[in-house]
């Protein structure tokens, strides 16, 4: 189902990526691995639609307009310098950070990270693939996505937490 290892994936990219946000913590590593999962099978790091490419980018196919909300309303706050930095650390200077989605593995996952941060409620428990799938598709994907909660993206949920 994928184009990377899914264990080396959680524990090399995901969990020091999350850790140095201090965003981390079994249930969040669980949740942006499965997140990768049914977003790009962990291969596509441009979406895939009929008649071409999509805007979404990175395994965690997140589109520019999320990307660059999140900079404009979320991490623009004075109260937020320390996260703003940790965010900083994982960018290059080129190319341009919505463009380095797709290749800039911890960028990508901390931007994604920052997406669930903002949503409300807390996050399933690190072992509740059908939690963690119900949690995606309201808060990443949401109802204009086309994504679905059903048995085959829990159990790619199921994937992420076995790594």
């Not at 159990?155 to 076995?162: L, M, Y």
């Amino acid at each position: 189902m994928s184009g990377l290892c899914i264990a080396q994936f959680r524990r090399e990219i995901v969990a020091p990526t999350l850790a140095h946000l201090g965003l981390g913590g079994d249930a969040a590593v669980s949740l942006m691995t499965g997140t990768a999962l049914v977003e790009s099978g962990l291969t596509y790091v441009a979406q895939v639609v009929a008649g071409g490419n999509g805007p979404a980018r990175g395994l965690w196919q997140m589109e520019p307009a999320t990307h660059d909300d999140i900079w404009a309303s979320f991490l623009s706050d004075a109260r937020l310098a320390t996260l703003r930095g940790a965010v900083l650390d994982l960018a290059a200077r080129w190319p341009c950070r919505v463009a380095q989605m797709p290749g800039n593995l911890p960028y990508a996952c901390a931007m994604a990270r920052l997406k669930y941060y903002r949503a409300p409620g807390p996050l399933p428990d690190a072992d509740d693939a059908a939690g963690q799938c119900r949690y995606w598709k309201s808060n990443y994907n949401t109802s204009l996505g086309a994504g679905v909660a059903d048995a085959a993206h829990v159990a790619a949920f199921r994937q992420a937490i076995g790594a």
